[in-house]
Each structure stands twice: as C-alpha cells, then as structure tokens.
C-alpha cells in the first residue's frame, strides 16, 4: 500500500509543475522570438521540461497510485494519457531534429517540416490536458449558495 504523504508529495510536485508550465506558457506568448530570443528560447524549454515532467508525474499518480478502483473511463484516460505522452515527446525530439537540421544546413522545406511537429507538440499537450474529461467524468462541482431561494422566488 501506497503511503498517503508520498501520493500528496506527488501530487504537490504534479501541481507546481502545472503551474510552472502556464508561467512560462505566458512567457512564451507574450515575447516574441523576434523581441527577445533568448528569453523566448529558454522560455520554450522550460515549457518543454515543465509540461514533460507534469505529465509523467500525472501518469504516474493515476496508474500507480490508485487507492479506489479502476473504472472502464479511468483505464481509457490512461490509454489516451500514454499515447499523447509518446506522440508529444516524440514530436520534441523531432522538432528539435528538424530544427538542428534547418539551422544547421538550411535545407529547403526543413523550417515547416519543424514547425509541423511543433504544432503537434502544442495539441497533444492541449489533448494530453483535455484527459481530465475522464478523470473527473463523475464529479458534480456547484459553486455558489442560495440557487434554491433564487429559484424559488422567481416562481411567484
């Protein structure tokens, strides 16, 4: 059994990752790699890192770290979870191939060949995001008090 300061440990660690990836995320839109390259730059490999380490953390957590049982949602959120992973990891490397390539050779077409995989990059992590559907497909979240007393007055 899995102790439970070890799992909030995790998912602590999975949280500030998170949080790190939309800082530089920011970061990244708001300076140009016209304006600033090197802050562009680093701020795409922090992104990288960021959003590479939350999504092995995540996976981690929700297939080794289960204390209730495992639903038919949860077992397709973590088939979809490790097909995004593989397919934006491989999309980093090649990127970054293709890029080498373009920068080291100036190949005709190399540039968009890169930039092909850097969108792909960018939606398998808006997919790998979008997960949580399933990770949270039976929770009801209500926010706010009173909606009954609301609802009731306009019943008059």
């Known amino acids: 059994m899995i102790r439970l300061d070890y799992v909030r440990t995790i998912g602590n660690i999975a949280c500030v990752m998170n949080i790190l990836e939309l800082f530089f ?3 990244l839109s708001l300076v140009s790699s016209e304006e600033n390259f090197k802050v562009h730059k680093m701020a795409f490999g922090m992104f990288l890192a960021a959003s590479g380490l939350y999504f092995l953390v995540i ?4 297939s ?3 204390r209730t049982p495992t639903l038919n949602i ?3 959120s973590l088939r979809y979870k490790k097909i995004l992973m593989i397919v934006n990891f491989t999309s980093i490397l ?3 191939y293709c890029y080498w390539r373009h920068n080291t050779y100036c190949e005709p077409g190399m540039y968009s060949i890169f930039s092909v995989f850097e969108y792909t990059v960018v939606l398998s992590n808006m997919a790998y995001h979008f997960t949580s559907y399933y990770d949270f497909y039976h929770v009801s979240l209500s926010i706010g008090t009173g909606l009954t007393k609301y ?3 306009l019943s008059y």
Not at 59 to 62: C, V
């Open 25 to 27: 995320l920011l970061l």
């Open 59 to 62: 996976f981690y957590l929700f």
């Open 64 to 66: 080794s770290c289960r």
């Open 74 to 76: 949860d077992l397709k």
């Open 94 to 96: 090649v990127a970054m």
């Open 151 to 153: 609802e009731d007055s």
